[in-house]
């Protein structure tokens, strides 16, 4: 058996999804996702440029040796472009090979270890009662677990934090302007002051029994960072993400320090190498890596496993700039993984992102099913691929009031 080519599409509804396509010899093909958000051309140029005209010949079986094979020849290591580029190939050849098998690709993992995967939404508002109302309708829908996030009083409306997160479901290519990324305002003091107190009002209005998850989206300093985490305790989060930036891998071990707040990062790492120090010496709980930007399916199952070593669980990135195709991946390593914890979702699920993307998974009540079908599940209509064409997105970038560049 032999990959005999393999295409790359840019484009969807509201979204540059990177969608790769690898022909083999034998009529089956397999489908993967190299989506890095608002630079999508670049790991689709990987693919064209450089990838694909060492593919062709391959044997598709051989998903770890053709993952060896990219990650040791390129030399220069690791980075998101590359990754996202591998990642798309492995979950591609994993789809191969699910369906050579007959078998859903959770069955080559091990199997189901539960029947359902806890998703959690998110819930935004430009003010506190916004936000509730937004927390009210995902209740109503049967989740069990909201992220929350909210516009600060005094910060300019939208704040540059509850957009951190409306933006999500919404087009990244609005953000530019003209002449450059829509600018978005931050002030810690303001945010330190609110945040925590709204965070016991969600409590007093919704109770206990909600999972409640907050993303602080990388705006802290180490030591606001300790006192926030130390001052929500009371709320007993299910995770607090991404406090200070990832890169600061100590930061986390002094803000451990000072509280047991649940943390979750991991959703900018592209290796296994980013998330080893901060699993082994348990400066996290849940591991928020994905499978387009860490590599695949090979990759992302040895951080799981790693994690699973040291009590980390999953809380795997799903933001809408990864396509049925990725989050088909991620849920059937969820579906297996012993120590998984839960997924994060936002529901594109518009009826063009369903006809581009045809699948039976299936998310039910805050939970997410997986299908029987061989292979990822996901399939990959070329033709109304051809509905869409690439359109230059960004994020928006942070500024202090005074100007000063921030953390996005
Ligand atoms: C999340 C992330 C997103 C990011 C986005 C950037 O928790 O889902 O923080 O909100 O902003 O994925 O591309
Ligand atoms: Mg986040």
Not at 26 to 31: C, N
């Amino acid at each position: 058996m032999k990959i005999t080519s393999a295409k790359v599409f840019v484009g969807g509804p509201n979204k540059n999804y990177v969608t790769l396509k690898i022909m083999t010899s034998e009529g089956i093909y397999g489908v993967g996702d190299a989506t890095l958000n608002n630079r999508e051309t670049l790991p689709a140029h990987y693919l064209e440029e450089y990838l694909i005209p060492c593919l062709v010949g391959m044997d598709p079986r051989n998903s770890e040796d053709i993952w060896q094979y990219f990650y040791r020849g390129a030399y220069f290591r690791r980075g998101p472009i590359a990754m996202a580029a591998f990642g798309a190939i492995d979950m591609a050849l994993w789809d191969i090979k699910g369906k050579i098998a007959g078998l859903p690709v959770y069955q080559l993992l091990g199997g189901k270890s539960r029947d359902g995967a806890m998703l959690y939404a998110h819930a935004s508002g430009n003010d506190l009662e916004d936000l509730m109302d937004s927390i009210a309708y995902y209740r109503e829908q049967g989740y069990q677990a909201v992220r929350v996030q909210c516009g600060i009083p005094g910060m300019p409306k939208g704040g540059g934090y509850a957009v951190a997160d409306k933006g999500d479901t919404q087009n990244y290519i609005t953000n530019f302007t003209g002449n450059g990324p829509k600018i978005e305002t931050w002030n810690t003091d303001k945010y330190m002051r609110y945040m925590p107190d709204a965070l016991g009002e969600i409590r007093d209005r919704f109770g206990w029994d909600m999972k409640l998850l907050h993303d602080v989206h990388h705006r802290l300093l180490p030591r606001e960072a300790a006192q926030f985490a130390k001052e929500v305790e009371q709320h007993r989060l299910y995770w607090l993400e991404d406090p200070t930036p990832a890169e600061d891998q100590d930061a986390l071990a002094f803000i451990r320090q000072h509280s047991t707040t649940p943390l979750a990062i991991g959703e900018v790492f592209n290796s296994i190498y980013d998330c080893n120090k901060l699993i082994q010496s348990n400066l996290i709980d849940f591991i928020r890596v994905s499978a387009t930007y860490a590599g695949g399916i090979t990759s992302l199952k040895r951080i799981v496993d790693l994690a699973g070593l040291h009590n980390v669980q999953t809380g795997f990135h799903g933001a809408p700039s990864h396509s049925p195709i990725s989050m088909a991946a991620q849920a059937h390593i969820n579906a297996w993984a012993p120590n998984f914890g839960i997924q994060e979702y936002l529901v594109l699920g518009t009826t063009e992102c369903d006809a581009l993307f045809p699948s039976e998974h299936k998310a039910q009540k805050g939970f997410f099913y997986v299908s029987d079908a061989p292979g990822l599940g996901v399939d990959f209509d070329e033709q109304e691929a051809g509905r869409y064409e690439f359109k230059r997105g960004y994020h928006p970038v942070a500024r202090l009031e005074d100007g000063t560049v921030w953390n996005y």
